[in-house]
């Protein structure tokens, strides 16, 4: 990996200068450059250090050059540059032979063990189960897998987890509201109740319900009967919308199973035997204000019921009972106040500093012929997952979700998504795929294959752009997992489509110079593992046969 030569060789320059320090390395940090003009990667390690040893910047940063180790590495140059960056440039000899070992590395290229096998759980989505999911849902669905793709990639051991709120107030509501809609079916007059809910969903849930058992229970105390059949058919119809989404979890977690364990009497106890609780005003409290909660929270209410704050601490103590040693949670821009409540619950307990990590999901914002989408499908539009998937197709849903940073607001362009052309960025991507795959089909026939062996330099500088872009693909993915910024891979692919498709059109791929065709051919197949690998670590497929107006590839 040439994050690693490059850190290891930085390493090995400081020790050569004198100035290697753990402390003092553990601030290096590593980017590549926007313009290639800067070279391949660079630094600004010396002036970080430079103020700390009281020399000037440049000054460090030419010890660090002269000291870099360059043979055997992946690079032929390290330059100085302005008030002290170092740019590093790739070897010829390096990138000749990378066609052939992202072929020979197939699905594994981009991957690495930077994770050392941490072990991690990202929750996400864990919506209430008291309607179908929106495309708030939809979006932490897709950001919630991509990172557990990308975690695995990078050697964490990592599993998603869907976290279901089924036992209070709301789950009650939903039984009782699907009850008042069953009784309106067989002509009983009941109102829905305050606050319940009036999604036409609802009046689904009460339709399939088998009619003389719930009218056993409409005429009894049936409240528990109606929510348990409620609740099973709400989970149900989620995961199955998950499910068709590529959204996976090893498991999905109900709030009820903390209750029934007595995993939340025994957080309680545990903060008690730490001292981090008091009596005042009738209820029980928590001592948050210790770990910077900007007030004291209560855990239990005076009539002796939990608040939510105490079930959120119990889950999170027994995620880390399973033996995760970091725990990421997605939540919605309407938690983000509750974020250092919880953080600092955690801390009371005696949890790591660095256990939790919440990342928020912002809203989005749906717009058809410019305008914003608000309402239900039932009134002649759609918000929900499920229709999205109908409307654009899972793959453009997920990669529309993931080009844009998790915290930012996103606006997702409806009618872009639908068109089958370039102005579309899940299409164009997949599109180079699906050239490539066009392209090798047609050499094949011509008794041609991808042949990169030793020896087989690249000529024209659009070769030459290509593979410098699939030689940074690993540290995109390793910046992505680190970060937890999922969108670096669906902008690295559109701009490796569109560096494919200058290749494409300035390099005759096949052609009368069947030993040039053969590397071009390769160039194009490694391509086209890297296409593969970026849009398998978003959930999304790559097609080897595509249309589009008045053009197959096929």
């Not at 690495?112 to 932490?140: K, M």
């Amino acid at each position: 990996m040439v994050w690693e030569a490059l850190s290891d060789g930085l390493a090995e320059a400081l020790r050569a200068a004198g100035l290697y320090d753990p402390a003092r390395f553990a601030r290096l940090e590593l980017a590549i450059p926007r313009e290639s003009a800067h070279g391949d990667w660079t630094t600004n390690l010396a002036l970080q250090i430079a103020k700390e040893l009281k020399r000037p910047p440049r000054a460090v940063a030419e010890a660090l050059a002269a000291g870099f180790p360059l043979a055997g590495s992946p690079f032929e140059a390290v330059e100085v540059a302005g008030a002290g960056f170092l740019n590093f440039r790739y070897a010829r000899a390096f990138l000749d032979g990378l066609p052939a070992r992202i072929i020979a590395a197939g699905g594994r290229f981009g991957g690495s063990q930077v994770g050392d096998d941490h072990a991690c759980l990202v929750e996400y989505v864990s919506a209430n189960p008291t309607g179908p999911l929106n495309v708030v849902s939809a979006r932490a669905a897709a950001v919630g897998a991509a990172l557990v793709r990308l975690l695995r990639a990078t050697g964490h051991r990592c599993d998603g987890e869907f976290y279901v709120n089924d036992a209070g107030t709301q789950v009650d509501l939903l039984g009782a509201s699907v009850a008042a809609r069953f009784a309106q079916r067989i002509g009983e007059p009941r109102p829905l109740p305050e606050a319940g809910y009036q999604g036409g969903y609802v009046a689904d849930l009460a339709a399939a319900l088998p009619e003389a058992e719930a009218r056993a229970a409409l005429g009894g105390d049936g409240a528990t009967w109606f929510r348990d059949r409620a609740l099973e058919r709400m989970v149900a119809a989620q995961r199955a919308d998950l499910d068709a989404y590529g959204a996976e979890f090893a498991r999905w977690f109900r709030e009820s199973e903390l209750h029934g364990s007595g995993a939340v009497d025994q957080a309680l106890a545990e903060l008690g035997a730490r001292g981090m609780l008091y009596d005042a005003e009738g209820a029980r409290w928590l001592s948050t204000t210790r770990f910077g909660d900007d007030k004291d929270r209560v855990v239990v209410r005076g009539t002796g019921l939990p608040t939510y704050l105490l079930p959120d601490i119990a889950y999170h103590r027994d995620k880390r009972a399973r033996g995760y040693r970091h725990a990421i949670d997605l939540w919605g821009p309407d938690h983000h106040a509750y974020v250092g409540t919880l953080m600092a619950g955690l801390a009371a307990l005696g949890l790591e500093p660095d256990f939790l990590e919440v990342l928020i999901v912002q809203q989005v914002n749906l717009l058809a012929g410019g305008q914003p989408v608000g309402m239900s499908k039932r009134a002649g539009e759609f918000i929900t997952l499920r229709d999205l998937m109908d409307e654009v197709g899972a793959d453009c849903a997920k990669f529309f979700f993931l080009m844009r940073s998790t915290s930012a607001h996103l606006d997702f362009d409806l009618d872009l998504a639908k068109r089958q052309n370039d102005e579309n960025p899940a299409y164009y991507v997949q599109y180079a795929h699906a050239r490539i795959a066009s392209i090798l089909r047609y050499a094949a026939e011509r008794g041609l294959a991808p042949e990169p062996g030793a020896g087989a330099a690249l000529e024209q500088p659009e070769e030459i752009a290509l593979v410098r872009r699939l030689a940074a693909f690993p540290e995109v993915v390793r910046g992505a997992a680190a970060a937890r910024e999922p969108h670096r891979i669906p902008a690295f692919l559109m701009e490796t489509a569109a560096e494919f498709h200058r290749f494409y059109h300035h390099c005759r791929v096949v052609g009368e110079d069947a030993a040039r065709s053969r590397r071009r051919l390769a160039v194009a197949e490694a391509a086209r593992v890297v296409l593969a690998n970026g849009l398998a670590l978003l959930g999304v497929s790559a097609p080897e046969r595509m249309e589009r107006a008045a053009e197959a590839v096929s």
